[in-house]
């Protein structure tokens, strides 16, 4: 699976669970994205469904993707 990376722009009503300007892991599918959800891994540390718009994808280098793991 696509290792796929986020930048919060909105964190609107999700104060508790995602920072705005901070970088997280994504899960995307195709069922998701036609709906305009995200599956993001959040502060929590599990992954949970939040508006796209909330998003922008960004890539980062490889060599920074393991800390994400």
Partial sequence: MEN???????????????ERRKIYKAI?????????????????????????EYFLRIEIPEEAEKIFK
């Fill in 4 to 18: 796929i990376f986020v930048l919060c722009i909105n964190n609107e009503h999700y104060e508790s669970s995602l």
């Fill in 28 to 52: 995307q599918n195709d069922f998701i994205k036609k709906n305009g959800l995200i599956r993001v891994v959040d502060e929590t540390g599990e992954d949970y469904l939040y508006p796209s």
